[in-house]
């Protein structure tokens, strides 16, 4: 079994080597932790896979510190997709881009004509691509089927043992994944929301976008392949709690036999019956976001809790990335009286 190294920023060198190597680093993006490897190396990049445990044929973001670096896989890029680069580069913006046949290896596009490129907002790990001088495929950090690792704790323990280190830059801002926009069609669309929102990108765009992620079939052909597989589902079944809905949600706690985890703000704290654990999202829905996949691993850890009841937050703005990925962890479940 390999050693998992802590790399501080101050480490970043001797991170790099091992990227350059080909060993797996985990690294820190303003969304949540990423798993790198050199996207040029096919071998590191198979590893990813094996180490996530993650279908061979879901692609993998590529992670860059310049613009430079997209050049070298896409050559005709349109006005719009400029736009977008930058407009929110760097930043919580994955861009797919039609690149050239051959240029980087199936392992890393799942066979397809498109990548995904994204620039995070963090000093450290820009750097780190910059001393590494390779673009680094960068999945979320999580074992697969986890909720992604907002911390490098989270990164350690699903991947513990499996590679060679983790950059560690405390815990990520944003705290859902980066919003995923498909340039290569002749209409832009969403395949995923993130704190980039809908409303920002018409307007840089001065255009229409697509935003419906309509659900795919485990037989239809996905735009964004990661949506066919089945995403986290605590062992506890998540209920979704609209906020004029808490009084009764508690009522309804306090008559259950187990042990009941409450995500929500202090405010329904204070309401909290005996059998009920609680974990503190805070009041608005960009701490709810920051707060929400450490939340679910928090209750995850926990076997005798069987419930979790989770604040809705109203889906506009980062509300909609929020809505998104709760709904995933709840199976859509509401709370209902
Ligand atoms: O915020 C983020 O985006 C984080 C950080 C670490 O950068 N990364 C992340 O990666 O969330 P991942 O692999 O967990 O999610 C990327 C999604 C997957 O659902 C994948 O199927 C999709 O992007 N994807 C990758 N390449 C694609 C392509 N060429 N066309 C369509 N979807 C693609
Ligand atoms: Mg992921």
């Known amino acids: 079994m390999l050693i998992t190294k802590i790399y501080e920023p101050k480490d970043l060198a001797k991170a790099a080597d091992e990227l350059t190597k080909g060993e797996l680093i985990a690294f820190p993006t303003e969304t949540v932790y990423g798993l790198g490897a050199d996207a040029t ?62 240029s980087l290896s199936k392992v890393v596009t799942g066979g397809l004509e498109t990548a995904a490129f994204r620039m995070p907002k ?30 490098a704790e989270h990164v350690y323990h699903d991947l513990e043992g499996k590679i060679a280190g983790i950059v560690n830059d405390g815990p990520t801002k944003v705290g859902v994944e980066s919003t995923i926009i498909d340039m290569s069609t002749d209409i832009p669309a969403i395949l995923r929301p993130g704190a980039v929102t809908f409303e920002e990108i018409e307007n840089v765009l001065q255009k229409k976008i697509i935003t419906d992620q309509h659900k795919v079939g485990a037989n239809e052909v996905p735009k964004a392949p990661g949506m066919k597989y089945k995403h986290y589902a605590p062992s506890a079944q998540v209920l979704i709690v609209e906020k004029n809905k808490w009084e009764k949600a508690l009522i309804w706690a306090k008559k259950q036999s187990t042990v ?78």
């Open 41 to 102: 190396n096919e071998l590191a990049v198979k590893r990813v896979y094996l180490a996530k445990g993650r279908p061979s044929d879901n692609p993998l973001i590529v992670t860059v510190s310049s613009f430079e670096m997209v050049q070298r896989f896409v050559t005709d890029i349109s006005l719009d997709a400029k736009k977008l680069i930058e407009s929110f580069w760097p930043g919580s913006l994955t861009i797919i881009l039609k690149i050239n046949p051959g």
């Open 260 to 337: 009941i985890g409450v995500l929500a703000s202090k405010e329904e704290e204070s309401l909290l019956p005996e059998n009920c654990k609680f974990f503190n999202l805070g009041t608005d829905v960009k701490s709810a976001s920051h707060n929400l996949f450490a939340g679910l691993r928090y209750f995850d850890d926990q076997a005798d809790v069987k419930w979790i009841l989770a604040a809705a937050f109203p889906e506009i703005g980062l509300g909609k990335a929020y809505m998104n990925r709760l709904k995933k962890a709840a199976g859509d479940q509401f709370f209902t009286d």
């Open 122 to 151: 963090n000093d450290v790990t820009r750097k780190l691509i910059e001393l590494a001088d390779v673009p680094i495929v960068g999945p979320s950090a999580n074992s697969s089927g986890k909720p992604s690792p907002t911390t």
